[in-house]
């Protein structure tokens, strides 16, 4: 069964159609990236499987149930996106627990699953830290700890990695990388970075103008690009 499926997904806003009959089907345990130019409805496509946005029409399901119309916090993923919004009187613990005190999960359960993540990425020593005492990629770290700690069905990721230096950007690849060996989570993930979807997707999906123009493996998308767009787009030799 696919962990995901998107379904003859339109989003207008007002009179500007963004996204055109988008149709993905994600199988469970799956890393597939998203990529095209920017202004091409990525965002907005993430938006509308968390549910942040209503859509125009379509249907997306989640572990095969209808949740076109539910709200994010009724649909089991979570999101790490490109602003990591911590809450800043918080403590990275306090932080990392929010969403898990949301769902009324009793405290010793909480605890255990704040240290597993934390060890998991290594910022067991900042715990007790605010966020402004953090560097930027520790606070992407803490950002993606509280998605980890719901273990939801779907992770999305919307340009997590954008905001780090170069060095930083290649060593949480290689982490999020593990991570997506070590749990074999699904997850759906944008990036307009040509060596990061080569490097982590099981599947890529290049999108132009609202449109998938194709979903293919990294080796086909790159080797057998299906016309001159995904072939400039990905770098593919003439
Ligand atoms: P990407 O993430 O690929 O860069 P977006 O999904 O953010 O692209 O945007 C796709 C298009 O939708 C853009 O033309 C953008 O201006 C438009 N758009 C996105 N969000 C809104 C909104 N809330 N209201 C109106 N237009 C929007
Ligand atoms: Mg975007």
């Known amino acids: 069964m696919s962990a995901l499926e998107i379904h003859q997904l339109h989003k207008s806003f007002g009179s500007t159609h963004v996204l055109k ?12 990236i998203l990529v095209g130019p920017s202004g091409c409805g990525k965002s907005t496509l993430m938006n509308a499987i968390a549910g942040l946005e209503p859509i125009t029409s379509g249907e997306i ?46 405290k010793a359960e909480r605890e255990a699953a704040v240290q597993r993540v ?13 966020p402004s005492q953090l560097s930027g990629g520790q606070r992407q770290r803490v950002a993606m700890g509280r998605a980890l700690a719901r273990e939801p069905q779907i992770y999305l990721f919307d340009e997590p990695l954008s905001n780090l230096d170069a060095k930083l950007r290649v060593e949480m690849r290689t982490e999020i990388k593990k991570l997506h060996q070590r749990l074999g989570t699904t997850i759906v993930y944008v990036t307009h970075d040509q060596i990061e979807a ?18 293919g493996t ?10 001159m767009f995904v072939a400039g787009f990905m770098g593919s030799p003439a």
Request: hydrophobic fraction near 40%; aromatic fraction near 8%; charged fraction near 25%.
């Open 61 to 106: 399901r989640i572990g095969g149930e209808d949740v076109t119309w539910r709200t994010p916090a009724e649909r089991d993923i979570a999101m790490v996106f490109q602003s990591y919004a911590l809450y800043p009187s918080m403590t990275v613990r306090g932080n990392i627990a929010f969403g898990l005190e949301m769902r009324k999960m009793p």
């Open 198 to 215: 080569m490097t982590l997707a099981d599947r890529i999906a290049v999108m132009r103008d609202g449109q998938v123009q194709q979903l």
């Open 118 to 130: 934390a060890d998991l990425l290594q910022i067991s020593h900042l715990l007790d830290r605010k």
């Open 21 to 32: 009959d988008v149709n993905i089907s994600i199988a469970s345990g799956e890393f597939l």
């Open 218 to 227: 990294p080796d086909e998308i790159y080797n057998d690009p299906i016309n």
